[in-house]
């Protein structure tokens, strides 16, 4: 038991000293390059997208980017492949509140 316990504090250690940001300013940030030049031509791009919500981590790290990169996608899908141009993307609620697809 006591294995478990110390491999437990080390992957949650590591995540908290990933988190804490602490690169060189100058660095770049690959993964936020990565997303931001995504783009949305086929389906492939979509999948592409959506691997990348599988690691829980970073959704919480790029969230924000994600956000707008999954409202791109969306609108994509929805004026080019299915030829909808009426629907807004983001929604927005009876209240006037955006309605956010990536958390729903």
């Given at each position: 038991m006591c294995?478990?316990?110390d491999e437990f504090k080390i992957d949650y250690l590591?995540?908290?000293?990933?988190?804490?940001?602490?690169?060189?300013k100058d660095e770049v940030d690959w993964n936020l390059m990565i997303l931001k030049a995504l783009e949305f031509h086929e389906f492939g791009d979509c999948r592409t997208l959506i691997n990348m919500l599988d690691?829980?981590?970073?959704?919480l790290k790029y969230k924000v980017d994600l956000?707008?990169?999954?409202?791109e996608m969306i609108?994509?899908?929805l004026n080019e492949y299915l030829g909808i141009n009426?629907?807004?993307v983001p929604p927005y609620s009876l209240d006037q509140r955006?309605?956010?697809?990536?958390s729903l």
């Open positions: 294995g478990i316990d590591n995540s908290y000293f990933e988190t804490l940001n602490v690169s060189d690691d829980w981590e970073y959704v956000q707008k990169k999954f409202e609108r994509w899908f009426y629907r807004p955006k309605i956010d697809l990536l």
